[in-house]
């Protein structure tokens, strides 16, 4: 099995190319080999060249609330009073340890996206 590493956009498009032509490659043969590598090369290009930020901590929430069906109300055990719910999906407060605990641990929300700081705080002055 010859694998070379990508090392341009031009290597990384025809290896693609052949990730398609393998995609019904049966597993444990050497098809299925060849697309397990291509694959894990084609992965680590892809986290080099197009790397993705965590989203907002109030975005994340807002999704994981979108994706599951939650009101602000089921968000006051983690968060803390219906004010506070509020005040914190309108960022007019911050999230604290224990709130990104509660989430991380109640929700499954990742705790990365919810400590991840927001634009304005992670700019100097």
């Known amino acids: 099995m010859d694998i070379l590493p990508i090392k341009s956009q031009r290597d990384y498009r025809k290896v693609l190319k052949e990730i398609e032509g393998l995609m019904m490659a049966k597993r444990n043969t050497p098809e299925g080999d060849r697309l397990d590598v291509l694959v894990t090369l084609v992965e680590a290009w892809?986290?080099?060249?197009?790397?993705?930020?965590?989203?907002?901590?109030?975005?994340?929430?807002?999704?994981?609330?979108?994706?599951?069906?939650?009101?602000?109300?089921?968000?006051i055990p983690f968060i803390g009073s219906r004010n506070r719910v509020h005040e914190?999906?309108?960022?007019?407060?911050?999230?604290?340890?224990?709130?990104?605990?509660?989430?991380?641990?109640?929700?499954?929300?990742?705790?990365?996206?919810?400590?991840?700081?927001?634009?304005?705080?992670?700019?100097a002055a």
Do not use: C, F
């Open 46 to 75: 892809e986290r080099k060249h197009y790397p993705m930020d965590l989203p907002d901590p109030v975005e994340a929430i807002k999704y994981h609330m979108d994706q599951n069906g939650l009101q602000p109300r089921d968000l």
């Open 88 to 123: 914190v999906l309108n960022r007019r407060r911050s999230l604290t340890l224990k709130m990104i605990w509660r989430l991380h641990e109640g929700l499954g929300i990742p705790a990365e996206s919810l400590i991840k700081m927001g634009q304005e705080q992670g700019q």
